[in-house]
């Protein structure tokens, strides 16, 4: 059903439209209002900083060698994670979707824990058990694994929460056709399951990219605050530039990671959907 | 058979060292030096005042965000004008942008040398560094949750109860509070856990735009990291374990509501 134009309403309402839609307008005013002081007013203002010297500026930026150093460290680290994130978070949907075990239903809850908890406490839980002082003689604190670490921890549910849904309505005839039929599990697997979970896969890494080559909190205390060790990503390197007052320098970094995150997106939705065309057909 | 169980035990095994061991493992450290210690450093002065604060924060920016976010949605959908799919765009920004970035950009539009700057500064409005750069901050990065939680609730409920009571008389308002609300509400109150939760926990772009001095603009995540920075690991985890308790309640309710909502 086509939703109905305000339009359309004023004449099957009567004189009632005629307040509605002056409430409408106004309603209408302050929601636009609301959006544009609190995010359209500064995400403009961030443009305008950062391109107000020309691409050029942002390019001579971008070749600054410590700052070319912490592009690379971020798409580089980012993109190892969402590789593991695909294998094991499609495994985590797998096992709660078709397997069954006591306190399935808790690890599901479970998954949702690093969107619920914040990301200073990601952190600050992985230095503690991995850091220095860890108990089980493992420190990753001030590496570029200690980051992968984090990003893991905070990006782990978009992959699964992506698949498991497709992986409940995937119908299982073809699988067991496929079973009768004499192919191992692994071929089903390849043949079949994958291509159905593609496009929610793509997706869900995708969100997680964006994730990831953004992460502040998770990362700061495990990267520590030190450029000479190599391990400062984009985001610590912006947050730097602000303490120093360097809103040029920063919001030319900041430019430089929002048009990288939405390329992610873009470039992963549109896979998404290339995949999902080419299956139905 | 045996595939299904190793699949099993990589799949828990995973979920275990990255998630459960971690957080088990502060749970442990916080109370390794009793519950007394535990206590006092949860009743600390800085501790307590960051704790308020970001309960008022969060608090706020629901409040904001709700009106917000349900007025938004209703006007999405019932209303819909030239532009709409700008605006529903426009509302999911927050969702793909670095805490960092977040902060900057509004220390650039509210911050002493930023577009409203001079204005404030002439009318001895403080936003950056202190209590309203905060609130912004949090408001920013919590806006799209109620809006898209209730666009769903809303377009699947539909306007016929809501048309019932108007032919029957009803005023706008009396409409609003009597069908509307509670029909979505389950949207509503989804909405609202999530941006509770997200507020509670948000730090990069908060830090941007706080002056973080204990005791005036320090929130609990910021006096995480800064107890952990002055070699105070059980003040930070402690304050860990008051964040992760309300991470864990939100969830609860969380699954509470999705449940409530499908039945």
């Known amino acids: 059903m086509a939703a109905l134009s305000p339009a359309a309403a004023v004449p099957r309402r009567g004189g009632v439209a005629r307040t509605d839609d002056a409430a409408a307008v106004v309603v209408r005013g302050l929601s636009a209002g609301y959006l544009s002081l609190i995010v359209l007013l500064p995400l403009a203002a961030l443009l305008w900083t950062s391109t107000r010297g020309g691409i050029g500026a942002v390019w001579q930026t971008i070749t600054i060698p410590t700052v070319l150093g912490a592009l690379e460290l971020t798409v580089g680290v980012s993109a190892i994670v969402v590789i593991i994130n695909a294998v094991f978070g499609t495994l985590i949907a797998w096992v709660l979707v078709r397997d069954s075990f006591r306190g399935k239903s808790a690890v599901n809850a479970l998954i949702d824990l690093p969107f619920a908890l914040p990301t200073i406490v990601a952190g600050l839980t992985l230095l503690a058990l991995y850091g220095p002082s860890s108990p089980v003689h493992v420190n990753v604190a001030y590496t570029r694994m200690g980051i992968a670490l984090a990003l893991l921890f905070v990006t782990l549910p978009f992959v699964t929460r992506a698949v498991q849904p497709v992986l409940i309505a995937l119908d299982r005839d073809m699988e067991e056709a496929a079973a009768v039929l004499g192919a191992g599990s692994l071929a089903i697997f390849r043949r079949i399951v994958l291509p159905n979970l593609g496009p929610a896969l793509l997706a869900g890494a995708g969100l997680s990219f964006a994730r990831a080559l953004g992460e502040f909190g998770a990362v700061t205390l495990i990267a520590g605050n030190n450029p000479l060790r190599g391990t400062q990503v984009m985001s610590l390197v912006i947050f730097g530039d602000i303490q120093g007052y360097q809103f040029s320098s920063a919001a030319a970094l900041s430019f430089i990671l929002l048009a990288l995150s939405l390329a992610v997106l873009l470039v992963f939705g549109r896979l998404s959907r290339a995949l999902s065309g080419h299956h139905d057909r | ?263």
Do not use: C
Request: net charge neutral.
């Open chain 2, 1 to 263: 058979m045996i595939a299904r169980f190793s699949l099993r035990l990589v799949a828990l095994g995973y979920l275990a060292v990255l998630l459960v061991l971690p957080v088990a493992w502060i749970v442990w450290s916080a109370f390794g030096g009793g519950v007394d210690a535990v206590w006092r450093s949860a009743t600390a002065p800085y501790a307590v005042h960051a704790l308020l604060l970001s309960v008022l924060i969060a608090v706020i920016a629901v409040i904001a965000n709700t009106v917000f976010g349900v007025v938004t949605a209703l006007m999405i959908v019932r209303h819909p004008f030239p532009g709409v799919s700008i605006l529903n765009a426009f509302v999911d920004l927050p969702l793909g942008l670095s805490p960092v970035v977040v902060g900057l950009s509004l220390v650039l539009v509210y911050g002493a040398t930023g577009w409203l700057g001079p204005w404030l500064t002439a009318h001895g409005i403080t936003v950056i560094f202190s209590l309203p750069g905060m609130i912004l901050a949090t408001v920013f990065v919590t806006l799209p949750f109620v809006v898209r939680e209730v666009v769903p609730v809303v377009r699947e409920v539909g306007s016929e109860q809501e048309e019932a009571s108007r032919t029957l008389g009803a005023t706008a308002w009396q409409t609003f509070w009597r069908i509307t609300l509670p029909s979505i509400r389950a949207g509503v109150i989804y909405g609202v856990v999530l941006t509770m939760a997200r507020a509670l926990g948000e730090f990069g772009t908060v830090i941007v735009v706080a002056g973080n001095i204990p005791g005036v603009t320090q929130t609990l995540t910021m006096y995480v990291e800064a107890e952990f920075q002055n070699f105070d690991p059980r003040g930070a985890y402690v304050a860990s374990l008051e964040l992760a308790v309300l991470a864990i309640l939100t969830l609860v309710l969380m699954n509470v509501v999705r449940r409530k909502g499908v039945a």
